[in-house]
């Protein structure tokens, strides 16, 4: 049997404003711009935020998902993260952190709820 695959599409432009790209995103669009530190016009979201934006939500979606699966009564989940990069290499990050903040559950059910997000 075919394995089935989903496809994610993304399309990004320049823009004509140097440092800025639009991207869309099925029937939505946003504004990238490359951080004033490095150019751009630094007025919008820049490329390492979206990445961390991605990176989070889907944290606390799959935390959400796990809760539910798993009959957790999570009323709300939160997560913090940072990446961590060289000014003289930004565009490596060093390391990158996150903090969850998980209500509705006690340690032990946040704990197993971090864990399954972990190993995904």
């Known amino acids: ?42 007025e919008e979201i820049t490329p390492a935020e979206a990445f961390l934006a991605g990176v989070s939500g889907c944290a606390v979606l799959l935390v959400e998902a796990f809760a539910r699966e798993w009959g957790l009564p999570l009323a709300r989940a939160e997560v913090d993260i ?11 990050f060093q390391r990158v952190e996150m903090r969850f903040r998980l209500y509705g559950v ?6 197993r709820l971090v864990e399954g997000y972990q190993g995904r």
């Open 106 to 111: 006690g340690r032990e059910e946040a704990r």
């Open 82 to 92: 940072a990446g961590v990069r060289r000014a003289d290499s930004p565009q490596d």
């Open 1 to 42: 049997m075919a394995e089935e695959l989903i496809v994610t599409r993304v399309q990004s432009r320049s823009t004509g404003i140097p440092g800025r790209s639009l991207n869309s995103v099925r029937n939505h669009h946003f504004v990238i711009d490359e951080p004033a530190y490095g150019g751009g016009p630094g």
